[in-house]
Each structure stands twice: as structure tokens, then as C-alpha cells.
């Protein structure tokens, strides 16, 4: 053991003796040297910004202040036109008539103005007279620290306080437009100059930090680092056959195998200096500047030694056949080109084609079963060609498609709002916000059409849920209010013209609003379910559970109403809804029983690992509950035994969405567009709803997946690295919560790049060892 | 000689038998070429033993099978009692390569720490027999100093060191003196004598006859991978020639000298003065010298000195490549 200690020492002596070395010492020292003066400021929030507007919809926030402040009775809005100056007011009126011509956001001549409107605001938002007793009193403040503002004497508050405060009642008058404000905001500095605020809370700042710092290693450690290592190592494993040394080496009482395994190591110690001083340090400067000592960044550190031992494994097998660095480093080039190229066309197939057919939601009524895909394809399925259909197309819908490929962040805000299939399974209804100015219309499809897309009635403006009441009437819960569809949805109403100007939204709607007297309010993140047997409504909104339940005229009437104890209300949630359970699946993976009789939490599950839940859904009866994961794992929940256990299904891990088909079905959507229709007590197969394959498709499973699966993956291990940072096994586009459990999330994986690359190296260094000890040299 | 021996012995620190090494190269119709044909001889523990030949005899082939980096084809092989190949036999056995390359970017003390460390040497060993060593080999002046800085001879010299660092019973020095100045070449052969008297076993592969003349006790000729001759000096030469030379001085004229000689074979005659004549006459043995000199005297003619010609380890390994050269 002794000499192959020795033999890793003199590579590791080697190592620190190249000049290449230390320049790329220096180099790094320079870099860590540019990125060290960087730092952040925490003050308070006070003023408004452009992205404090939730989706940018500060011409429909300028249009309600100056509509409402037109209204006789005191409101926030009139007591804020009151005090706006000439400008602010000039402004407010000119949006308010482009609204009413639905001219707003069709051109620039808003936004070419905007910076009065802003400016005039944030005015008004540092005036002590901005809060008035009467005209807030009808404003529910939730906050605490805007509670605790008010209670203080006016007089006393300093004027930061004073912004804040008002800011605060900025807020709580107008939820459904306005961000929630962190208490304190966040800004960059760097050599003492500070950045514009951040729309980060300390916590979600400390990740973004975390993911630079990362997406900093991995260029410059995981990808330059890596290329630079592999040429300068190159030489190594050559240069030990040179023949005097080779042979002397041999003429020691030492394992020709074990030899080159120990320069092997010893050749990786020029990675692992270079890139242990470069985490190291950004690592340090994390911690000292940002106050951010996270220990998972140093995970890289293996991790990207790892990457290059991979890389090396491969060159150091070149280099024990031919003997060139040259060569080593053009295997090790080509190597590298290979794996991108298979890695790209597995996530191109996987993408752009597997992922566009993938359902994420199904619809099933007597005999019509429907689907839509991840990228709002909906789909029928032809019971007599046993084969999935392409059915409700639209224009709005194709260009949904591609923007969902490219800027699935951009693309949230058009995507239709739930399906709901009849029970007859006779017409499909949606509700399509479309391009542009955001109106929403309803979309019907029915069977007889051979399911067309129809426009519909208009829809309410801020419609976030789609549900069917036990009797299959369409019931849409917006953040104004809720709408029941009762009647026919094709029946447009004609607009009225008035001097020429066409007037929307007048006349006669199909939709009804059934709201109750005392309003609910949707502030995000929200949620809502219906229960199947009784009719309640369950919405959840922001940390509030409320309970609604229809009266005989089916206007929903507010039940209760239970505070739930969160330690983060912020993050997204999904809701359902079955006897008297009501089950919250939340961003984190936490699932949360709430049993209403008590109106507390009876259980809490974490049955996938902190990973978020994609959908979720009651079985009529309420006796099951079934929530699938973004990582493809099912986790049923017996409400009876109130256990939880994830569902023991061979497709584990590739199910996409799910749907109860009665009380004791259900048809589970697995590996793209196959469907099963399981027995919920026996797990058994019933019904199977699955076209034969394509070519596409016998390509992707019997070609392309092999060759992937045993490739090595050395690029993915960013994957893991991920995983490591966030412990998540999913991730959503760019790292961003988008606020949507339904949003895909790309599928980690996090441990497949690791074995396979784990496994090609051990075959490589394996097959070296082997050409070693049977070469004669 | 044991040229033709049947039997190895188990105690000889190098024993082999009809040795043969064929190597192959190419991947479908692979070429056959043979380095060593049936080789046996061996060498006694306590000698140094010299393996000369032309280039692509097999010497190195040779050296690499008793060093386990070169599997042999067939045959039998032992070093120190323990078939070639054993690994734990090579902590006994030193080795300098020719073209020997040290790690550049060690010192002197850094290559000897490695090559101790890979003999099974500890640091303290390494320690306390490595600067020793190095004023041996002449070096303790620059021990500090990186091999990159080395001359070819201050790393052959850094070579013979670590060979000898672990106190190997068997050395294999190949071309030792390469790249050494004469007082360097006679400090080698110092220290191999030196090796000699404390009963180490060395094994010489070097293109210079001479100096591999003047350190061995026993040679063996290898040619085109077939053993020409093994044995000392004498034993060689006595192969090669079957008559010895003598150089006669006599004091006479050219035609009286002649006459004299007319029953000798005299292969070369010069001209020193005049009445002084130096010849070159070979002959059997001492009956043919004594002849010789009774008809010199009997004729009256004066001999100034007689020197019988030694046979040199050149001339006998020429003699023996021309031979085959010439039979092939």
C-alpha cells in the first residue's frame, strides 16, 4: 500500500510542480477577486416598482382606481385620485377611457407614460395624509405589521414608517393586483453601489444567491475547468510508459494495474486543487458577503472531480493504448461530443415530442374519455381505432404549444382554466384567455361537433378555477367571484354600440354569479375543489380555508371559515375536497388532512420526500385521495384509515396525471399517453386505453432510451448538483416558483447520471487494467 | 560452461532453460518474431556477470522476462530461487534501465523517497541510506537540486543510487556508465567491485566491451536471440581460436631471419632498423615456441623479446557475431 500511497503523493507533487498550474491559480484568484466586492443591503419596503404589479397588469390597476374613484361612496381609490397631482390624475383618466375601448396594452402609449403614473404613486405613498380612518376602515387588513402600524400614533411614526404603512393599505385594498410585500427588500451591492430593489424576501435572495453561486461553478468549474484540466492532464498517463521510467516503475515489486489506477488519482489531484480553491472560495465569499454558509455548494466539489474523472478515465484509457497526449485529448474531445449529442437527443425526443403527448389531466363521463397534454393538446380517445385523437384545436391553443416549449413562465398566464367534461361526457368546456388583452372567453367542444373548439360567452376576467358541481353544471371561481354556467355557452351576447364604440360584457350571459353576500377574496396563492357528494366548495386562499356550501337556488352560502397555522403561506398549494376531508397538497411535498368536523389538522404526510405535488383529486364517496408527484410517483390516501401510502403500481415514478373513474376505479395516465384503469382495492388492471406504438415512439423506447441508459452522463451530473441545492427531485423552469403546482417541472433524476457514469468509468479504468497487464511493454 | 546444461540450480541467483520469447504483433494476421531461442545458462550468487551482443540480440528481452515486465513464451526461468515473474522476489533485485527518465520535478532525495517507498522502503530507511548513497554516487552537492537541472550522468548516477537503495542481492545495470566522464566510469567500477566483495550478484548489459571486460567474471554472447557462448574470457576466446599469437623481436638481416623461420607461420613481418626485425607467427602451443626460437639461435640470430598475445573479450565477441554473420 505504502508505494501506491507514494505513487498518488509524486502525481499530487506533479500536480503542484506544472506552471499551468499556477496560472490557472492566479486565474481563479483573480475571478474570486472580481466576484469578492459583491454583497446586498436589507431595508424596508416602502414605494412601489414596476414588477410589484402581479403580471403586469398595472393598465387594468389604473383603470379600477379611476373607475372606482368615479363612485359616490368614500374608497381608497377616490381618496387616492383625491390626493394624486395633475399628472397622476390626467393619466388615470385617459387609461380609464382606453379601457373602456379595450385599446389598453394594444400599444406602447401606456407604458411610454408610465413612469408618471408610477412616479405619482409613489408620491402619494410617502404623504402621512394617505391614511384617513374612514376611508380604510372597510379595507381587511390581514397583516399583522400593517395592524400593528395602524395601532401606532400616526403621529409618532417615522416617515419610513409612514411609507410602509401605506403601502401596506396599498395592498390590502387591492390584493388581487398588488404583490405582497417582504417587510424588507432586498438589494445588490457591489464596491458599496447598490442595485435597484429585488423582488425577494432574505430567504428566497439567499437561494437566488445560492443558484448564481452554483450556476458560477458550474461554468467555470464544471465546464472551463474541465476542459482546461483534461488538456493538461493529458500528458500524464503517456508520459508514465515512457520507456525508462515504465520499465523501472515495473521492476518494483507493484501491481502494473494498481500503478496506473494510483496515477490516475494522483492525476485528478490537478482538478481537485484547481476547482477545491475555487468553491472554496466563492464558497467563502457566499459566506462572509452574503452571510450565506451553505455547506451543500461544497458538494460540487466531488461532484465536478467526479465529471472530470469521467472525462479522464476515458483519456487515461486513450493514453495506455496509444501513448499520445494528442490523442488523449482528442478521445477525450470526442468523448465529450458523443455525450452531448446523445444527451441532447434524448432530451430533444423527450421534450419536444414524448413531453408534448404526455397527459397531465384526464376527463372521464360514461363512455368519453378525454386527455390533455402537457402542452394543452387535448386529446380524444377512438374506443373503435384504439387510438388517442386530436380533438379541440385552436389557434390560441397552437400558439400556446410553442411558447409552453420555449417560455413556459410567459405561457402560464394564456393557458386555459380547467377542463370540465359533462356527465353525459357530451360537451368539454374551458375557459381561454386569449392573446392579446387577456379577455376571457369560454371554449366548448361537444361530441357532436366531433369536438370542435367553439368560442363561447365571455368569461370573468380574473377566472382562476374551472369545476363541475355533483350535478355537472360548470362553476367558475375567479378572484371577483363565482360564476355558474347555466346556460348555453355558445350564446353570445351581442355588443352594444353606442356613438359607434362597441361596449362588451352588456347584455344577457350565460353565466350566473352565485357568490355569497359577504365575499370571498382570492389572493395567491389559491385553490379550490368541489366535493362531489355534497355539493361544498372548498377554496383556499393565502393561509385561509374556506367552506361554501349552495343553497337551493345554488348560491353558495359561506360555511366556516379555518385559519390554518403555515409556516410559509406563500407557496402554491393544490386542493381537494371528499366527505368531510379536505386535503392540501403544498409546494414543499407536505400533504395536510383537515377533517372539518374538528376544523383541524387531523394528519400531516410527507410522502414524497419534499418533492411538490403536480395534481390531486377525491374519489366521489371521499374515501380516497389520490395526489401525483412532479417525479411521477402516486401516493393514495385512505381517508377511512386516514394512512397514506404511495400507490404500489409497476408505473411508479412515470405516472402523469390520474382521475377517479367511480368510487372504487380509477384511470391512472402512465409513460406518455397510456392508460389504466385500476381497481383501487385489489391494484389489479381492469380496462387498458393504449395505442399501438409508433415509429416515433418504438425509435424513442427501443433505440434511443437504451443507448441513453447505458451512456455515461457526465452533463446531467448538473442535475444532480441541483438536487443536492435544493434536495428537490424536480425543478421548475429557470428555478422559479411560478405559483402553479401544474406547471411541469423537469424531472431530476438525480441519481441516474451518478450510477451510469459511475459504471461506465469503473468498465473504462477496467478494460485500461486489463490492456495493462496483458500488454507486454 | 554450462552452455548446454540440462539441469538449473535451485541456489544461482539467475537460472534459465530453453528460454524462448516469440513476440506477436498485429491484430489479424499477427507476425511472429523470435527475441530469445532456447537460452539457458546461469548465474552463480556472488559474480558479475556480463550479457553482450549486437543490437536486437535479446539482451533487453532477457533482462525484461527476469524483471517480470516481459512474460516469456517458454521455458523455465528463476531469479534468486523464485520463477521470474514473482513479485515479492523483485524487493530483492535492483534496476537501472538504459534510457533511464527520473520524475522531473523531484530532487534527488525526492526520487530516492518514491523508489525506496515502491521497493517497500520506509521513510526512515529511505532517510538514513539515502544521502549515504548519494556521496557514493557523488551527488551529495546537489541533492536539493530538481532532476530537471541534471546532466545525463548526474541521472545515470541518480539511477544507480536508487537500484542500490534497498540493498538488492541481484543488480541489473544496464549500460551503467552511459553518459559518465572516465573518472566517472572508473567510480561505477568501484563501486561494482565493492558490490562484488559484499556478495551481491550483478548483472551487466553494456555495448562496452571493454569496460565490461575489466568488471565481470562471466559473459554470455547473445546473437539474433540464440546464446553463442557463455563462460569466462579464456573459456570464450579458447571457442574462437584454436593457436595463439607471438610477437618475436629478432637481431638479423630480413633473408637470414626468413630462412630461419621457413618452418614457422609467420602472419605479419616489420621493418624496425635495419637488422631489427619484429614478426607475428602463430603457433599450437610451447612446442612450436621452442621450436621456433631453436632455429632462431640455431641460424645465430638474437632475440630481443618474445610477448605470447592475450586474446581480447573484443576480439572474441567479433569473432564470434563474424562467424555467424558469415554462416547465415
Known amino acids: 500500500m505504502r508505494a501506491y500511497v507514494a505513487i498518488i503523493r509524486d502525481s499530487f507533487q506533479e500536480a503542484l510542480s506544472s506552471r499551468v498550474l499556477w496560472i490557472l491559480l492566479v486565474v481563479i484568484t483573480l475571478l474570486l477577486l472580481l466576484i469578492l466586492p459583491s454583497g446586498y443591503k436589507e431595508s424596508v419596503t416602502v414605494g412601489l416598482r414596476q414588477h410589484d404589479v402581479k403580471r403586469g397588469r398595472w393598465p387594468e390597476f389604473a383603470s379600477k382606481i379611476q373607475q372606482e374613484s368615479e363612485a359616490d361612496a368614500v374608497s381608497p381609490s377616490r381618496h387616492l385620485v383625491a390626493l394624486a397631482n395633475e399628472d397622476l390624475k390626467a393619466f388615470l383618466k385617459k387609461t380609464a377611457v382606453q379601457e373602456k375601448k379595450a385599446e389598453v396594452g394594444k400599444d406602447m402609449k401606456f407604458w411610454r407614460e408610465f413612469d408618471k403614473f408610477l412616479g405619482g404613486l409613489n408620491e402619494l405613498l410617502e404623504k402621512p395624509e394617505f391614511y384617513r380612518a374612514d376611508v380604510w376602515e372597510n379595507v381587511i387588513v390581514r397583516s399583522d405589521e400593517a395592524r400593528e402600524l395602524l395601532e401606532l400614533d400616526a403621529n409618532s411614526l417615522s416617515a419610513e414608517q409612514v411609507q410602509r404603512r401605506n403601502r401596506l393599505l396599498l395592498e390590502a385594498a387591492y390584493p388581487e393586483m398588488l404583490q405582497v410585500s417582504p417587510q424588507t427588500a432586498m438589494s445588490l451591492t457591489y464596491f458599496g453601489k447598490e442595485s435597484d430593489r429585488l423582488p425577494f424576501r432574505k430567504a428566497q435572495f439567499d437561494a437566488q444567491v445560492t443558484h448564481w453561486g452554483e450556476l458560477v461553478i458550474r461554468w467555470i468549474a464544471g465546464t472551463i475547468g474541465i476542459f482546461v484540466a483534461i488538456i493538461v492532464t493529458a500528458g500524464m498517463i503517456p508520459q508514465m510508459f515512457d520507456a525508462g521510467s515504465w520499465s523501472l516503475l515495473l521492476s518494483k515489486p507493484v501491481s502494473r494495474s494498481v500503478v496506473f489506477l494510483a496515477k490516475f488519482i494522483g492525476g485528478s489531484a490537478f482538478m481537485l486543487l484547481n476547482a477545491a480553491y475555487f468553491i472554496c472560495g466563492v464558497w467563502f465569499i457566499l459566506g462572509f458577503r452574503f452571510g450565506i454558509w451553505d455547506g451543500k455548494l461544497l458538494l460540487m466539489l466531488p461532484l465536478y472531480v467526479f465529471v472530470f474523472v469521467i472525462y479522464y478515465a476515458v483519456s487515461a484509457l486513450a493514453g495506455v493504448i496509444w501513448r499520445s497526449p494528442i490523442v488523449c485529448v482528442i478521445i477525450s474531445i470526442v468523448f465529450w461530443a458523443a455525450c452531448f449529442v446523445v444527451g441532447a437527443i434524448h432530451s430533444g425526443v423527450e421534450r419536444f415530442v414524448y413531453k408534448n403527448s404526455r397527459l397531465t389531466s384526464l376527463m372521464f363521463s360514461q363512455d368519453t374519455l378525454m386527455g390533455v397534454s402537457e402542452v394543452g393538446v387535448v386529446s380524444h380517445w377512438d374506443e373503435d381505432a384504439q387510438e388517442w385523437k386530436q380533438v379541440f384545436r385552436s389557434s390560441t391553443q397552437e400558439q400556446l404549444q410553442a411558447m409552453l416549449m420555449f417560455a413556459p413562465a410567459e405561457a402560464q398566464r394564456f393557458l386555459p382554466i380547467g377542463y370540465v367534461l359533462d356527465k353525459q361526457g357530451e360537451q368539454l368546456l374551458t375557459v381561454q384567455r386569449n392573446f392579446p388583452g387577456l379577455r376571457s372567453t369560454l371554449r366548448v367542444g361537444r361530441k357532436a361537433d366531433n369536438w370542435s373548439n367553439q368560442e363561447g360567452a365571455g368569461a370573468p376576467m380574473y377566472a382562476k378555477f374551472l369545476l363541475r358541481e355533483p350535478d355537472g353544471t360548470p362553476l367558475i371561481v375567479s378572484s371577483a367571484g363565482l360564476d355558474r354556467l347555466e346556460g348555453d355557452p355558445l350564446a353570445k351576447s351581442k355588443p352594444v354600440k353606442v356613438l359607434g364604440v362597441s361596449l362588451p360584457l352588456t347584455g344577457s350571459r350565460p353565466l350566473r354569479s352565485v357568490q355569497p353576500g359577504e365575499p370571498v377574496v382570492l389572493t395567491d396563492p389559491a385553490a379550490a375543489a368541489i366535493n362531489e357528494d355534497t355539493g361544498q366548495l372548498a377554496l383556499y386562499s393565502r393561509g385561509t380555508l374556506t367552506v361554501l356550501e349552495p343553497d337551493e337556488k345554488h348560491n353558495y352560502q359561506k360555511q366556516r371559515e379555518i385559519q390554518l397555522d403555515l409556516e410559509d403561506a406563500d407557496q402554491a398549494v393544490a386542493l381537494a375536497f371528499g366527505g368531510t376531508t379536505v386535503l392540501l397538497a403544498f409546494e414543499d411535498g407536505h400533504v395536510s388532512v383537515y377533517d372539518l368536523k374538528t376544523a383541524k389538522e387531523e394528519n400531516s404526510f410527507n410522502p414524497d420526500r419534499g418533492n411538490p405535488p403536480r395534481f390531486i383529486q377525491a374519489a366521489p364517496g371521499g374515501k380516497w385521495f389520490a395526489v401525483v408527484f412532479h417525479t411521477g410517483r402516486m401516493w393514495l390516501y385512505d381517508a377511512a384509515a386516514n394512512e397514506g401510502a404511495m400507490a404500489s403500481f409497476a408505473s411508479q415514478g412515470a405516472i402523469s396525471t390520474m382521475t377517479f373513474s367511480g368510487n372504487e376505479t380509477m384511470l391512472v395516465a402512465e409513460r406518455g399517453t397510456r392508460v389504466k384503469e385500476y381497481n383501487l382495492d385489489t391494484r389489479a388492471v381492469q380496462k387498458q386505453f393504449a395505442a399501438e406504438k409508433g415509429i416515433g415512439e418504438m425509435i424513442y423506447d427501443y433505440a434511443v432510451t437504451p443507448i441513453y441508459t447505458v451512456f455515461p452522463k457526465p452533463g446531467e451530473l448538473d442535475r444532480t448538483a441541483q438536487y443536492f441545492l435544493t434536495g428537490k427531485e424536480t425543478e421548475s423552469f429557470e428555478n422559479m416558483s411560478l405559483g402553479s403546482l401544474t406547471v411541469a417541472r423537469d424531472k431530476l433524476d438525480p441519481w441516474t447520471p451518478v450510477w451510469s457514469s459511475l459504471i461506465f468509468m469503473l468498465v473504462v479504468l477496467g478494460i485500461a487494467c486489463l490492456y495493462i497487464e496483458r500488454q507486454e511493454f | ?328
Do not use: W
Not at chain 2, 44 to 62: C, D, H, M, S, V
Not at chain 2, 100 to 125: I, T
Not at chain 2, 146 to 171: F, I, T
Not at chain 2, 271 to 291: F, H, P, T
Open chain 2, 1 to 328: 560452461m554450462e552452455f548446454s546444461s540440462d539441469t538449473m540450480d535451485e541456489s544461482a541467483a539467475i537460472a534459465v532453460q530453453d528460454l524462448y520469447k516469440t513476440y506477436r504483433d498485429g491484430l489479424i494476421f499477427r507476425k511472429r518474431f523470435e527475441a530469445l531461442k532456447s537460452v539457458s545458462f546461469q548465474v552463480p550468487r556472488g559474480e558479475i556477470f556480463g550479457l553482450l551482443g549486437p543490437n536486437g540480440a535479446g539482451k533487453t528481452t532477457f533482462v525484461k522476462i527476469m524483471l517480470g515486465i516481459v512474460r516469456k513464451t517458454s521455458g523455465s526461468a528463476t531469479m534468486l530461487g523464485q520463477p521470474v515473474g514473482d513479485r515479492a522476489t523483485r524487493v530483492r533485485v535492483g534496476y537501472l534501465p538504459e534510457h533511464l527518465r527520473l520524475p522531473s520535478h523531484l530532487n534527488a532525495l525526492g526520487a530516492l523517497k518514491l523508489y525506496g517507498k515502491l521497493s517497500g522502503m520506509d521513510s526512515r530507511e529511505i532517510r538514513e541510506k539515502g544521502m549515504p548513497l548519494l556521496e557514493t554516487v557523488g551527488l551529495a552537492d546537489r541533492v536539493r537540486d530538481s532532476v530537471k537541472k541534471y546532466s545525463k550522468g548526474m541521472r545515470q548516477r541518480l539511477g544507480l543510487a536508487q537500484s542500490l537503495l534497498h540493498d538488492p542481492e541481484l543488480l541489473f545495470l544496464d549500460e551503467p556508465t552511459d553518459g559518465l566522464d572516465p573518472v566517472g566510469r572508473s567510480e561505477v567500477r568501484n563501486i561494482i567491485h565493492r558490490l562484488k566483495d559484499e556478495g551481491k550478484t550483478i548483472f551487466l548489459n553494456s555495448h562496452l566491451l571493454q569496460e565490461v571486460e575489466m568488471v565481470c567474471d562471466r559473459f554470455a554472447i547473445l546473437h539474433q536471440g540464440e546464446l553463442r557462448s557463455v563462460g569466462t574470457l579464456d573459456q570464450i576466446s579458447s571457442t574462437t581460436r584454436d593457436r595463439s599469437e607471438v610477437e618475436i623481436e629478432i637481431l638479423g638481416t630480413d633473408t637470414a631471419i626468413k630462412a630461419a623461420l621457413e618452418t614457422c607461420e609467420v602472419v605479419a613481418s616489420e621493418m624496425l632498423s635495419e637488422n631489427r626485425v619484429r614478426i607475428v607467427a602463430q603457433m599450437s602451443g610451447q612446442k612450436d615456441i621452442d621450436a621456433c626460437i631453436d632455429a632462431l639461435r640455431a641460424d645465430g640470430l638474437s632475440i630481443v623479446s618474445l610477448v605470447h598475445r592475450r586474446a581480447t573479450l573484443e576480439d572474441a565477441f567479433l569473432k564470434i557475431i563474424e562467424t555467424e554473420t558469415k554462416v547465415s
